[in-house]
């Protein structure tokens, strides 16, 4: 494998995810030249240290309102960027490669708190560090300039699913729905000629996560098994669509913990998790209202659609077809990393990473800070 220079020819690029489930950090490798794709490469998860994983869920639990000094932000970024220091390490020891094979990493980071209504948003992660640590420059802060010109500064996938989606050719319906559902869920629309939108739709799948560990210590619900087993109570689910942000116009975006669900604290743990699932989807099918036009279909991504009660739920309430991204072929673990790494080619070459189709942003705008590896 060899590389290349930052002049639009195809490069090697590394793209890291550390998403707002908290499950760990999905690393991948993919060749491109910041237009198309054209090698996927290997990928991995590396799963949170209990103790990381309990300092994240501790920093974004107090929200914007964190004291950095008082709550150790600066140690709770070491460790997390540690963390993704030896996800890349595995992954390049997985594959045989060596990081100068790789022209650059694309670093998220972990966001601990959200906050669009004021401009403001928080990723923690040193690419500094991360640079030194790997060896290779990094690219991270995707979200700054984005917010900095007055856009939300999320969802930033949707310009990737349009370069798969471009590479599939003709072969496509459109328009065509892309869902992320993680911790938060997001959808790209995609129609024909330009045609684009992407939001944020509400819930993911952060409370039924939530709900899980505050009842059984368990991280998620195994194959909906808990959520299979209640009945979802419509009152307290009407109740918690009565939230004004399902009514907002996209672009929009939301933070993890946005959401009160408390309505649901009555029920037992089974309609608990029943209810909660028709809300994350309830919230999906309201946000495919809000598109231009009705999808075709709606692809899932993120590791909601490993749930099938989830997965049954958005087909029946969005009254569409519903299926997992694999059925093009894509990666569904891997896509949002790839994502990452498609970005960081851009911002080397000063393209674009959000439009106001995407985040609001006013005009379409580039963004991210390169850290050189020394």
């Given at each position: 494998?060899?590389?290349?220079?930052?002049?639009?020819?195809?490069?090697?690029?590394?793209?890291?995810m550390s998403g707002t489930s908290l499950d760990g950090i999905d690393v991948a490798l993919i060749r491109s030249d910041g237009e198309r794709m054209y090698e996927f490469g290997p990928w991995i998860t590396l799963p949170y240290a209990a103790e990381l994983r309990q300092s994240l869920r501790r920093l974004i639990a107090v929200g914007p309102a964190i004291?950095?000094?008082?709550?150790?932000?600066?140690?709770?970024?070491?460790?997390?960027?540690?963390?993704?220091?030896?996800?890349?390490?595995?992954?390049?020891?997985?594959?045989?490669?060596?990081?100068?094979?790789?022209?650059?990493?694309?670093?998220?980071?972990?966001?601990?708190?959200?906050?669009?209504?004021?401009?403001?948003?928080?990723?923690?992660?040193?690419?500094?560090?991360?640079?030194?640590?790997?060896?290779?420059?990094?690219?991270?802060?995707?979200?700054?300039?984005?917010?900095?010109?007055?856009?939300?500064?999320?969802?930033?996938?949707?310009?990737?699913?349009?370069?798969?989606?471009?590479?599939?050719?003709?072969?496509?319906?459109?328009?065509?729905?892309?869902?992320?559902?993680?911790?938060?869920?997001?959808?790209?629309?995609?129609?024909?000629?330009?045609?684009?939108?992407?939001?944020?739709?509400?819930?993911?799948?952060?409370?039924?996560?939530?709900?899980?560990?505050?009842?059984?210590?368990?991280?998620?619900?195994?194959?909906?098994?808990?959520?299979?087993?209640?009945?979802?109570?419509?009152?307290?689910?009407?109740?918690?669509?009565?939230?004004?942000?399902?009514?907002?116009?996209?672009?929009?975006?939301?933070?993890?913990?946005?959401?009160?669900?408390?309505?649901?604290?009555?029920?037992?743990?089974?309609?608990?998790?029943?209810?909660?699932?028709?809300?994350?989807?309830?919230?999906?099918?309201?946000?495919?209202?809000?598109?231009?036009?009705?999808?075709?279909?709606?692809?899932?991504?993120?590791?909601?659609?490993?749930?099938?009660?989830?997965?049954?739920?958005?087909?029946?309430?969005?009254?569409?077809?519903?299926?997992?991204?694999?059925?093009?072929?894509?990666r569904g673990d891997a896509l949002e990393a790839e994502a990452f790494a498609f970005l960081a080619v851009r911002a080397l070459q000063g393209k674009v990473l959000s439009v106001p189709e995407t985040t609001g942003v006013p005009?379409?705008?580039?963004?991210?800070?390169?850290?050189?590896?020394?």
């Amino acid at each position: 494998m060899t590389n290349k220079t930052e002049t639009g020819e195809p490069v090697y690029a590394l793209g890291l995810m550390s998403g707002t489930s908290l499950d760990g950090i999905d690393v991948a490798l993919i060749r491109s030249d910041g237009e198309r794709m054209y090698e996927f490469g290997p990928w991995i998860t590396l799963p949170y240290a209990a103790e990381l994983r309990q300092s994240l869920r501790r920093l974004i639990a107090v929200g914007p309102a964190i004291d950095e000094e008082k709550h150790g932000v600066a140690a709770v970024e070491v460790a997390l960027t540690e963390a993704h220091s030896a996800a890349v390490i595995a992954l390049l020891t997985e594959a045989g490669l060596q990081a100068e094979q790789i022209h650059v990493v694309g670093f998220h980071g972990h966001t601990i708190w959200h906050d669009p209504a004021h401009g403001a948003t928080r990723q923690i992660g040193d690419g500094t560090l991360l640079a030194e640590c790997v060896g290779i420059d990094v690219v991270n802060n995707f979200r700054s300039a984005d917010m900095a010109a007055g856009g939300q500064g999320a969802p930033l996938a949707s310009l990737y699913h349009c370069a798969l989606v471009r590479d599939l050719g003709d072969s496509l319906a459109l328009p065509l729905a892309v869902l992320n559902l993680g911790g938060v869920g997001n959808i790209t629309w995609i129609g024909h000629g330009q045609g684009l939108l992407a939001f944020d739709t509400g819930p993911g799948c952060a409370l039924i996560d939530d709900w899980l560990l505050s009842h059984f210590g368990q991280r998620y619900d195994y194959d909906g098994e808990l959520a299979a087993s209640g009945e979802v109570n419509e009152p307290v689910l009407a109740r918690l669509m009565e939230d004004p942000y399902f009514s907002k116009l996209p672009p929009k975006s939301l933070d993890r913990n946005a959401f009160d669900a408390s309505p649901v604290e009555s029920l037992a743990a089974a309609d608990g998790a029943a209810t909660l699932v028709a809300f994350t989807a309830a919230a999906v099918a309201r946000g495919l209202e809000l598109c231009p036009e009705r999808a075709s279909q709606m692809l899932v991504t993120g590791g909601g659609r490993h749930n099938p009660v989830i997965m049954a739920a958005l087909a029946q309430l969005s009254e569409i077809k519903v299926g997992p991204v694999e059925a093009l072929g894509w990666r569904g673990d891997a896509l949002e990393a790839e994502a990452f790494a498609f970005l960081a080619v851009r911002a080397l070459q000063g393209k674009v990473l959000s439009v106001p189709e995407t985040t609001g942003v006013p005009r379409a705008i580039s963004g991210g800070v390169l850290h050189r590896a020394s």
